[in-house]
């Protein structure tokens, strides 16, 4: 059986990322597939068995749900099996603010669990996240055998990550003192993006299992550009996806 994957970036250039990773494990060179509403998956294919698609799928929550439920839509309509899961595993990747120590400058960090980092509402109590407003949830967590396969798999290559939440948010941290609220909220956080929980509940509405792949360019606190990391980051994205291109991808389907 082919396992189907599904890696969703913000921007271009993590996708060009994510499929140089995957280039030396493909069989192909990578098929161009059209979605509806403008979008495309780049198809790479490991013979039979393993089928990943990358999209390009928008900066922020709202932008990348929509792009991915449009893909998993589009792959439940066309995969022929209607009784299966539209993919095995869908994986938020790319570049991310890291919480230090926890999570320095080019290393990876793999989701224990994405979490809504800002959504709920402010009191004069302090935050309250949007469970406590009984309006829904604002955590996903990811299976702990997922990721210790993914995290082992990491590790024998010689990359080592952090598994622990990793946070989204809708406006990047950019200061010190929203930096300690975040952290004091949310203990044991290791990264922050803008797209993880956006992935997550359009993979869950089709229950396919869903993982957080991040990449650390930057420090979460003060913006200082010349510190970042970008291209280092990147490569590290590069690296851990041909690492897992070899391993958890072609293995037995997540559950």
Not at 18 to 30: E, I, Y
Not at 138 to 159: C, F, N, Q, W
Not at 196 to 219: D, K, Q, T
């Amino acid at each position: 059986m082919v396992h189907r994957i599904l890696i969703v970036t913000a921007v271009a250039a993590e996708a060009d990322s994510v499929s140089a990773g995957l280039a030396p494990v493909a069989t192909a060179a990578p098929e161009h597939v059209p979605l509806p509403g403008g979008l495309a998956l780049r198809r790479h294919a490991d013979g039979d068995r393993a089928r990943v698609d990358v999209l390009v799928g928008g900066v922020g929550p709202a932008s990348v749900a929509a792009a991915t439920g449009t893909a998993l839509a589009y792959a439940s309509l066309t995969g022929g099996a209607p009784e299966r899961r539209p993919y095995d595993l869908v994986v938020s990747a790319g570049i991310a603010g890291g919480f230090q120590p926890t999570a320095p400058l080019g290393s990876l960090v793999v989701s224990s669990a994405i979490v809504a980092a800002d959504l709920g509402a402010e009191t004069p109590d302090g935050y309250l996240a949007v469970e406590e407003l009984g309006f829904g949830r604002s955590v996903h967590p990811v299976s702990g055998e997922l990721t210790g396969r993914i995290a082992a798999a990491l590790a024998a290559g010689g990359v080592p990550c952090a598994v622990a939440p990793v946070l989204t948010v809708s406006t990047v941290t950019g200061g010190a003192r929203r930096a300690a609220e975040l952290t004091e909220r949310h203990p044991g956080a290791a990264a922050e993006a803008m797209e993880g929980f956006g992935v997550a509940e359009a993979a869950a509405g089709y229950g396919v299992p869903v993982v957080e792949l991040r990449a650390v360019s930057n420090a979460v606190g003060p913006r200082d550009r010349a510190a970042w990391r970008i291209g280092d980051a990147l490569d590290a994205l590069r690296r851990g996806v041909l690492l897992l291109g070899r391993t958890v991808f072609v293995e037995a389907p997540c559950t």
